[in-house]
T-cell receptor, first 111, second 114 residues
């Protein structure tokens, strides 16, 4: 069965600090990997996705994620966070038509 | 453009009462449709998904059921609500013939069972 594990439930950073959110998944077949973000008061929206090719994918707002197949990981990174990055971040895995989400990481960026 | 409508936005129901949450998608045909429940600290739990009319896949055995009477309509139901059914319910859709490329989410329904 698919499963997704996010390492941190809450992260607090100061502006300009670097960010890395961990995500590990478990699935027996070919997967597509995603990071979604939910800003306060807004709908969930896609941040970036990996289907194939270059394992380092870039998304919106300066975010990137690296797929490491041997570690079953898809960690999200941003070199320098901004106050506006305060949000909840969800890692997700799709196998076929099923998309499974992790528990989410709440990021708070102090101005 | 495609839009997804989910209602009601909030709902307060007594234990043992029935439930019907509706979700409709506009601007696309044959979408894959999903019901998730979001709980603090637990992320989004996939409840049901459907890849076509009348086709329902259930992911978590529980007190809920889903139906897809029309191509772009997805309904979440219960005959008798439990306290544990309280939560934030999200409808989502995607397109794709072999896999999901991206999910689009509705605005959600906050259900409180008292």
């Amino acid at each position: 069965a698919q499963s997704v594990s996010q390492h941190n439930h809450h992260v607090i950073l100061s502006e300009a600090a670097s960010l890395e959110l961990g995500c590990n998944y478990s699935y027996g077949g070919t997967v597509n990997l995603f990071w979604y973000v939910q800003y306060p008061g807004q709908h969930l929206q896609l941040l970036l996705k990996y289907f194939s090719g270059d394992p380092l994918v870039k998304g919106i707002k300066g975010f990137e994620a690296e797929f490491i197949k041997s570690k079953f990981s898809f960690n999200l990174r941003k070199p320098s966070v901004q106050w506006s990055d305060t949000a909840e971040y969800f890692c997700a895995v799709t196998g076929g038509f099923k998309t499974i989400f992790g528990a989410g990481t709440r990021l708070f960026v102090k101005a | 453009s495609q839009t997804i409508h989910q209602w009601p936005a909030t709902l307060v129901q007594p234990v043992g009462s029935p439930l019907s949450l509706e979700c409709t998608v506009e601007g696309t045909s044959n979408p894959n449709l999903y019901w998730y429940r979001q709980a603090a600290g637990r992320g989004l739990q996939l409840l049901f998904y459907s890849v076509g009319i009348g086709q329902i896949s259930s992911e978590v055995p529980q007190n809920l059921s889903a139906s897809r009477p029309q191509d772009r309509q997805f309904i979440l139901s219960s005959k008798k609500l439990l306290l544990s059914d309280s939560g934030f319910y999200l409808c989502a859709w995607s397109v794709g013939t072999t896999t999901n490329e991206k999910l689009f989410f509705g605005s959600g329904t906050q259900l409180s069972v008292l």
